[in-house]
């Protein structure tokens, strides 16, 4: 089994800055991309960011500029560095992670970001 644990959330004021992390464990041989997703109340789940494990990057154009998405090979481990936010970052984010002998992706259970003055 594959676990992943997300961590970080909280309440910020706009223009405010989070770090989330997310560290995988379980039975991984090889982690292929790694990511971050969000569900704000109501919507439906939308992706934030991808690293892949060669550190090729992509954002979602809402938080270009702003998010930055990194990981630690060697801790099973992703980041997301969110500066300047605003109050539609608001939302349960979730780190996601796909093998790369399988392709099965697995999901963490989430972490709250509330942004509100």
């Known amino acids: 089994q594959v676990q992943l644990v997300e961590s970080g959330g909280g309440l910020v004021q706009p223009g405010g800055s989070l770090r989330l992390s997310c560290v995988v464990s379980g039975s991984i041989f090889r982690i292929n991309a790694m990511g971050w997703y969000r569900q704000a109340p109501g919507k439906e789940r939308e992706w934030v960011a991808d690293?892949?494990?060669?550190?090729?990057?992509a954002y979602a154009d809402s938080v270009k500029g702003r998010f930055s998405i990194s990981r630690d090979n060697a801790k099973n481990m992703v980041y997301l560095q969110m500066n300047n936010l605003k109050p539609g970052d608001t939302a349960v984010y979730y780190c996601?992670?796909?093998?790369?002998?399988?392709?099965?992706?697995?999901w963490g259970q989430g972490t709250q970001v509330t942004v509100s003055s």
């Open positions: 690293i892949s494990s060669g550190g090729w990057i």
């Open positions: 996601k992670v796909v093998m790369s002998t399988t392709g099965d992706d697995y």
